[in-house]
C-alpha cells in the first residue's frame, strides 16, 4: 500500500532559458532536416514510401532533454529500433492476428524485450506499436533507421556545443572495438 504514495524521488529540475534555446535550435535543425528527407522521400516514391516521423520526435526528446540517460544512447536507439520492428514487422506475417490485437502484442512483446536485452528505448516501444499496423513495410525499416542516424548526428554536433551536456555519454561499439584492437 505504501507503494502508492509515492517515493522520495524528486522531480527533474528545469533547464535555464539558454539549455531551453539550445533544446529548441537542436529539435527544429534536426526535425526540418527529418520532414525535408521525409518530403523528398514522399515525392521520389510518388506517396508510396515515407520516413516514420512521431517515433523520432519522441527520440529527439530523450537526446535533447535526458543526454545522460541509457535510454538516450545511440546503442540502446539504434539495436532497441532495430528489435522493435523486426518483431512487428515479423508478426505480421502470423496468420490470423487481427491488427487491433498485432497493435498490443507487439509492444507487450518488445518492451520486456528491450528490458531483457538491456535496450531499452522508449520510442522503440512506439514504433513497434506504428511498425505492426500493417501499413508499413520492409521498405520502411531502411528508411527509419536512416532517421534515427540522422538523429543521432545532430544531436551528437549540436548537444555537444554546450559546456553543459554530453552526448553521447558513450560509444559502446566504438569503445568494445577499441578495446579489442588494443588487446
Known amino acids: 500500500k505504501k507503494k502508492i504514495q509515492g517515493g ?8 535555464s532559458w539558454k539549455q531551453c534555446f539550445l533544446t529548441f535550435i537542436g529539435v ?6 527529418l520532414s525535408r ?3 523528398l522521400i514522399k515525392t521520389e516514391s510518388d506517396g508510396d514510401l515515407s520516413l516514420i516521423l512521431a517515433p523520432l520526435g519522441a527520440l529527439t526528446t530523450l537526446q535533447y532533454n535526458l543526454t545522460a540517460a541509457p535510454a538516450s544512447q545511440p546503442r540502446n536507439a539504434i539495436f532497441a529500433q532495430i528489435f522493435a520492428i523486426t518483431v512487428a514487422i515479423i508478426l505480421r506475417y502470423i496468420p490470423n492476428i487481427e491488427p487491433w490485437f498485432r497493435s498490443a502484442l507487439a509492444p ?10 538491456g535496450i531499452i528505448h522508449p520510442p522503440a516501444g512506439a ?6 499496423s500493417g501499413k508499413v513495410e520492409w521498405e520502411h525499416f531502411g528508411i527509419f533507421l ?15 556545443i554546450s559546456d553543459k551536456r554530453q552526448y553521447p555519454t558513450s560509444w559502446y561499439l566504438l569503445n568494445k572495438a577499441k578495446g579489442k584492437l588494443s588487446k
Open 8 to 15: 522520495g524521488a524528486g522531480i527533474p529540475p528545469s533547464f
Open 28 to 33: 527544429i535543425i534536426t526535425h526540418t532536416i
Open 37 to 39: 528527407i521525409n518530403l
Open 108 to 117: 507487450a512483446i518488445v518492451i520486456p524485450g528491450m528490458a531483457k536485452l
Open 127 to 132: 514504433a513497434a506499436i506504428v511498425f505492426s
Open 146 to 160: 536512416s532517421g534515427v542516424a540522422i538523429t543521432i548526428v545532430t544531436a551528437v554536433g549540436i548537444n555537444n
